[in-house]
């Protein structure tokens, strides 16, 4: 593993896991920007996301499956786990196990993280809540 895996490690699981956003902070590029299908993110954002996450599910963890890195790029597929018991996207707690998983593909400037492509699927986490049914 990179001394960059390492310390992308690190952070990940410091704000995602603990959500101890410092660790995360630290590596992030001052013009440092989150995208989705539902739009972007900059840092103040995406804290109040982090928190909104850690309030819902209060003993959310999360674990790197695999990382890539190539250059100044780094993929990343991770996985979220947690019981919701606090309201989360306008769902009032369920109590549910919820286990979400996804991708995000990470680009770095002067080793600083300056932009990041997640994606996931919402329904996932929706029919884990009990809220959508994604068939067989």
């Given at each position: ?17 603990t959500?101890?956003?410092?660790s ?6 001052p013009?440092y ?10 840092f103040?954002?995406l ?15 999360v ?9 100044d790029?780094?993929a ?12 989360f ?8 196990p ?5 991708a ?6 002067n ?5 990041e492509y997640v994606?996931?699927?919402p ?5 884990a ?8």
């Amino acid at each position: 593993m990179s001394t960059r895996q390492e310390t992308i490690l690190k952070a990940w699981n410091g704000a995602w896991g603990t959500g101890d956003l410092s660790s995360f902070e630290r590596i992030l590029a001052p013009n440092y920007i989150r995208r989705s299908k539902s739009g972007t993110e900059d840092f103040a954002s995406l804290q109040n996301t982090i928190k909104d996450m850690h309030t819902a599910f209060p003993d959310s963890t999360v674990e790197i499956l695999q990382m890539v890195e190539d250059g100044d790029q780094v993929a990343i597929h991770w996985q979220t786990k947690g019981t919701h018991k606090g309201p989360f996207m306008d769902v009032p707690p369920t109590g549910r196990p919820v286990t979400v998983s996804g991708a995000s593909f990470l680009r770095f400037e002067n080793d600083k993280l300056a932009e990041e492509y997640v994606v996931w699927d919402p329904r996932e986490l929706l029919s884990a809540l009990g809220i959508w049914h994604l068939g067989n």
